[in-house]
């Protein structure tokens, strides 16, 4: 079965760390671009990050830039979020999504063709 598994979300406190990681079983994951989105309550789903099949090109939103960082172990089959510097307004679920349009640079608009279940993350002192 394909799927994509997000886990690594849960309590950080402001300032602080969480690294996020998303793990493909059933496909390869090194034949599509990743991208990672969160949905906080109330508000619409953004995307956070993006990263293309090989790596080479990576891109984020202003609310993340320089504060996160999104890798890939291809060898891994899966695709991380480092998220530092954490603040309040970090608080969603974050999800990972697959796209076999593999443009350069990434983008974070779709079509995403496997979605992940979604990961807590909560920004809390």
């Known amino acids: 079965q394909e799927q994509l598994v997000e886990s690594g979300g849960g309590l950080g406190q402001p300032g602080g760390s969480l690294r996020l990681s998303c793990a493909a079983s059933g496909f390869r994951l090194d034949y599509y671009n990743i991208g990672w989105f969160r949905q906080a309550p109330g508000k619409e789903r953004e995307g956070v990050s993006c990263i293309s099949s090989t790596g080479g090109s990576t891109n984020y939103a202003d609310s993340v830039k320089g504060r996160f960082t999104i890798s890939r172990d291809n060898a891994k089959n899966t695709v991380y979020l480092q998220m530092n510097s954490l603040k309040f307004e970090d608080t969603a679920v974050y999800y990972c999504?697959?796209?076999?349009?593999?443009?350069?640079?990434?983008?974070?608009?779709?079509?995403?063709?496997?979605w992940g279940q979604g990961t807590q993350v909560t920004v809390s002192s």
């Open positions: 999504a697959a796209t076999a349009i593999r443009r350069m640079p990434c983008v974070m608009t779709g079509p995403f063709h496997y």
